[in-house]
């Protein structure tokens, strides 16, 4: 009788989580429609001239692409953090490679190579994340409390250096002002491919470790006694957030909160497993930033457009006042 309970608990719970991809995934189709037909320039889809046709193929199509697939891979790396540090307020912000990405692309643009920005972004992220995992691994197992801490330094030391560099170069202020609020104008089809190459491989990488992750959520004796290679696990989650993190960053500045928001929106919804979790973090991550990048383009008058970075930080900041308000116990509670 017991058995059969399991069964058709675990069905209805596959049943649930299905449903669920399937709503998110045709919210994520609705949305990129009208994000594609929407803009500053209406055009007609049944007579397009050049102009329109260039819009299309060169500006929106590759902006709606290029901002799901950050959104998806800021999804991503919360859920992989918050893994990894065993602690659900963690996203790319607390580990220091949102920041230290943000170092490499200001330095590029004080050094005149907008060119070049994903590529220094890059390059400061995985500073960045060799630094922290440095501080943070004692004889190559990684410490979730030390990591945090490391990342605060690290992101504190990046915005001292961001700030000079604001100071020394008064012609690049508003560039890099710009910059660090997020945003897709510089969308490609090139950037969208590379991202999603990127995102997929990291998907497939840990997408077999899912039950792994889920046990690694207890303490460390409990997860080693069951089979589970902790701190092999924790590099591995820990390096794959801190590279999706670093690309999201090179190609659309600083968007934040998306890592914390998402993930918590899901388990709100009652899903917590890994295998749920990641999927439909990834598909809310990508509806979240399409449907945000939509707003910001369209909100004023006369074809503004206001940073991506700006709406999702409003969101963010009050979602974020709002978890602590709700488990304030918890996390300051000590019995």
């Known amino acids: ?8 608990r675990r069905t209805l719970e596959l ?9 998110l995934s045709a919210l994520l189709i609705v ?10 320039v209406r055009i007609n889809f049944f007579d397009m001239s050049t102009i329109e046709r260039d819009i299309l193929l060169y500006v929106r199509v590759p902006r709606v692409l290029l901002a799901g697939l950050v959104g998806a891979a800021l999804g991503f790396s919360g859920v992989l953090f918050q893994y990894v540090m065993k602690n659900p307020l963690a996203d790319s912000f607390t580990t220091g490679v949102s920041a230290s990405s943000a170092m490499g692309a200001v330095v590029a643009i004080v050094l005149g190579l907008g060119m070049l920005v994903p590529l220094f ?3 400061g992220g995985i500073i960045g994340l060799i630094t922290v995992y440095k501080i943070a691994s004692v004889r190559g197992k990684v410490q979730p409390i030390t990591m945090l801490l490391a990342g605060i330094v690290i992101s504190t030391f990046s915005s001292a250096i961001i700030s000079f560099m604001k100071f020394l170069s008064n012609d690049a202020v508003s560039s890099i002002i710009f910059w660090l609020m997020g945003g897709f104008q510089s969308a490609s089809i090139s950037k969208a491919a590379v991202l999603g190459i990127i995102l997929l491989l990291s998907y497939l990488l840990i997408r077999r470790d ?3 992750l889920d046990i690694i959520c207890f303490d460390d004796t409990t997860a080693i006694s069951s089979g589970v290679a902790v701190a092999r696990l924790r590099r591995k989650a820990f390096f794959i957030a801190a590279l999706l993190t670093a690309f999201s960053v090179g190609y659309a500045g600083i968007i934040g ?13 009652r899903f917590f497993k890994a295998s749920e979790l990641i999927p439909l973090s990834l598909l809310g991550g990508a509806f979240f930033m399409i449907l945000n990048d939509l707003i910001a383009r369209t909100i004023l008058a006369e074809g503004q457009e206001l940073p991506v970075g700006i709406i999702t930080s409003a969101v963010g900041g009050m979602f974020f006042l709002y978890l602590l308000i709700k488990r304030r116990k918890e996390l300051y509670y000590v019995d």
């Open 1 to 8: 009788m017991n058995q059969k309970r399991k069964i058709k």
């Open 31 to 40: 949305v990129s429609t009208v994000a594609i037909i929407k803009g500053a």
């Open 210 to 212: 899912s039950l792994s």
């Open 15 to 23: 049943y649930t989580s299905e449903i669920a991809i399937t709503v």
């Open 121 to 123: 972004a890059l390059t």
């Open 257 to 269: 909160f998306v890592g914390l928001i998402i993930p918590h929106i899901i388990r709100l919804l």
